[in-house]
């Protein structure tokens, strides 16, 4: 989840710059110009010099001898497709005219929106979220703690077993039944050793109360053969260092989510995808190679970089390569590779106990995405941005005849191309509109700043419990094994569970109600570790209770500050979240590990807390389900859906009308 790092925000740009490029709002003068234009004959004279005879059949602009059957996927009906032609059976009849292109959405039409083609690039896409999941849930397999107590070897050199040296020499804690990990008592080893284990143990030693830091440390290998923990010695006083080497992670994103959108906007989303890719191999594999464990973080943060990298510009290459309506599902249906990465770390863990190797076993299956190199296309949307249309032609008909699709010659698609270019051109009359809008809305300010203490928290609270959860194992005493394999197979329920929840009752009532809940399962869990129950069975289940709803309110988040706010600020309030989601990714390794050293139910109450205040907060943002997303800032409430039904024939006279205007401004410039 946490690279997750912009999934909904590259999602909503992309639909944001869909409506923008037409550079009108859902609802006005387009209704109004465009109502009297439907079911009659005009006669018209084309961007490219030629007379047809053109009707205008809910909105989309037809040739009268085409007829406009066929679904969406052939270019067809009068909605969606725009007029293609009939569709049916077999390979769809291409359409001659296509002066209806105004968008990308309307090419990826003639070519199919849910072929083979298609598919192809969901799983191509995803198997770069399956591996992502290995970098950023692995640390507590690659940093296990064995149990560990003082080493003493002038005791060891006299052939004394470990538990005489732990009798004699640890301190032990009659309240956890457990001998201490970081001290023991400051005797003279040297006598203790020449008076042997009977004579020390009948009381012959003098009391004392004093200790010390251990020399150095025995681990128990039984458990781990071999951890960064064991390597460096990240126990006691060098634990930081331990949580560091997961901290540095949300670094790591945090870098890239602000450098990566620039990076794959000039160089195209293929390269810096295949780039990623090898790079992720190379680091991921000379991490192995580590003197220290600083040279170890250093790679970790690396590492996260690039892998953060490479899940950005697969989400948008991903969301690029599908139509408007699926981009919701495919959205949705991306977390479910990420879900079974996660389940795939503990098996991986339980065979391999060494952390050179594990690391090595969790690189190893990127090497199947150097095959990008030969099967993964550029985006031919980025392409048709950058004017390299005889690429992106290339491009659409290999995916055209995957997807089993007839398209019109390739002078027409050309064409076609130019026309998206054109309708385009005006970005810099849309920026002045923006600082128009924001200009006018000046007095709403201070409510959109409210808004944003709000979500902004929320964020930061979400992600402690999401996080903090996830990582809790150690904390609970529970096989680690079993607790991540379920926190990752409960990631799949909590996405597809939420969908009908909030359909039916709506965003603020679950939002609320579901840290509420998951609130509650983690202060319980609290309680039962300040009570010290020793029932693993009831501390996994109501551990992994307050999973499952935190997973499916912190994705619940998400939506609610894309429904919340304007177009023009939408992408910096999801943006601003992700910040805040960063900074407490990066704190929770010390709560969990620093905090949870101390007092074992201490992070559970943080963790709670966090959760419960986020569901208080939740109750003060407003009820967006059946709304419109808001287009400028300071609207704060819009009409619903049952008091404004934008229609595809709407939608379909606004692009042609639009495009007009702006064909017609380039002219009058000209």
């Known amino acids: 989840m946490s690279n997750t790092g912009g999934r909904e925000e590259i999602l909503d740009k992309l639909e944001d710059n869909t409506m923008n490029n037409k550079g ?143 009798s004699i020499a640890i301190p032990y804690n009659n309240v956890t039944g457990e001998y201490d990990s970081c001290h023991m008592y400051d005797y003279n080893y040297t006598t203790v050793a020449e008076m042997g284990y009977e004579k020390a143990r009948e009381g012959v030693l003098t009391p004392t109360n004093l200790t ?30 331990y949580s560091t080497t997961q901290s540095v992670l949300g670094i790591g994103n945090l870098a890239a989510c602000l450098v990566y959108g620039i990076i794959i906007d000039r160089y195209g989303r293929q390269r810096v995808i295949l780039t990623n890719a090898i790079l992720f191999i190379i680091f991921g594999n000379l991490i192995v190679f580590s003197p220290s464990v600083n040279v170890y973080i250093l790679g970790r943060g690396i590492v996260s970089f690039v892998k953060t990298g490479l899940y950005i510009s697969c989400f948008v290459f991903l969301m690029e390569s599908c139509a408007i309506k699926y981009r919701s599902l495919v959205g949705s249906l991306s977390v479910i590779p990420w879900a079974l ?11 391999v106990r060494t952390w050179r190797l594990l690391t090595v076993c969790l690189t190893l299956p990127a090497l199947v995405s150097i095959s990008y190199i030969w099967i993964l296309p550029e985006s031919p949307r980025w392409l048709i941005q950058k004017g390299r249309h005889s690429q992106a032609l290339t ?55 409210r808004k944003v203490s709000l979500i902004f928290c929320i964020w930061f609270f979400g992600a402690m419990g999401y996080f903090g959860i996830s990582f809790n194992a150690t904390n609970i005493k529970v096989d680690i094994y079993l607790y991540i394999f379920m926190s990752g197979f409960l990631e799949i329920p909590s996405y597809l569970l939420m969908w009908p929840a909030i359909a039916y009752y709506g965003r603020k009532k679950i939002h609320s109600s579901l840290y509420f809940v998951s609130g509650v399962c983690i202060l319980l869990l609290m309680a ?106 300071g609207e704060t409430k819009y009409p619903s859906t049952q008091e404004i039904q934008v229609t595809d024939e709407a939608v379909g006279r606004r692009r042609k009308l639009e495009c007009d205007r702006r064909k017609e401004e380039n002219v009058d410039e000209v």
Not at 137 to 149: E, K, R
Not at 415 to 443: F, G, H, N, R, Y
Not at 542 to 561: D, E, H, P, R
Not at 619 to 633: H, Q, S, V
């Open 212 to 241: 010390v830091s251990c020399w150095s440390r025995d681990f128990n290998y039984t458990q781990y053969q071999s951890t960064v923990v064991t390597e460096w010695d990240l126990v006691c006083e060098r634990k930081a260092l």
């Open 395 to 449: 491009v659409l008909k290999k995916a055209a005849k995957m997807n089993k699709k007839s398209l019109p010659p390739d002078p027409l698609l050309l064409q076609a191309m130019e026309q998206v270019t054109c309708c385009q051109q005006k970005e810099s009359d849309a920026d002045k509109s923006i600082w128009a809008a924001i200009k006018s809305s000046l007095p709403d300010i201070p409510i959109f700043g």
């Open 528 to 633: 039962l570790l300040l009570l010290q129950v020793q029932n693993d069975v009831l501390l996994l289940t109501i551990s992994l209770c307050g999973k499952l709803f935190i997973t499916a309110v912190y994705q619940l988040t998400w939506i609610c500050t894309t429904e919340l706010y304007s177009t023009i600020h939408r992408s910096q309030a999801v943006g601003g979240g992700l910040l805040m989601a960063d900074i407490a990714f990066i704190s929770i390794p010390y709560v969990n590990d620093i905090l949870g050293d101390l007092v074992v139910w201490a992070p559970s109450a943080v963790l709670g807390c966090a959760s419960m205040t986020a569901g208080l907060l939740a109750c003060l943002l407003p009820e967006t389900r059946d709304n419109y997303m808001p287009e400028i800032l």
């Open 24 to 166: 009108i709002t859902e609802k006005g003068r387009v209704d109004n110009e465009s109502d009297t234009m439907d079911s009659k004959g005009v006669k018209e004279e084309n961007e490219y010099g030629h007379e047809s005879d053109i009707k205008y059949n809910n909105g989309w602009k037809e040739e009268v001898k085409d007829g406009g059957g066929g679904d969406d996927d052939g270019g067809g009906d009068g909605g969606d497709g725009g007029g293609g032609g009939g569709g049916g059976g077999g390979e769809d009849s291409p359409p001659d005219d296509l002066s209806w292109v105004t968008t990308f959405e309307d090419l990826l039409k003639l070519v199919g929106t849910k072929g083979p083609w298609n598919v192809m690039i969901f799983f191509l896409c995803s198997y770069a979220f399956f591996l992502t999941a290995f970098n950023t849930m692995s640390y507590q397999f690659l940093g296990a703690t064995p149990d560990h107590w003082c080493l003493v070897p002038v005791l060891v050199e006299a052939n004394w077993t470990q538990q005489q040296i732990l």
């Open 341 to 351: 990465g996660y389940m795939t770390i503990p098996g991986i863990a339980y065979l």
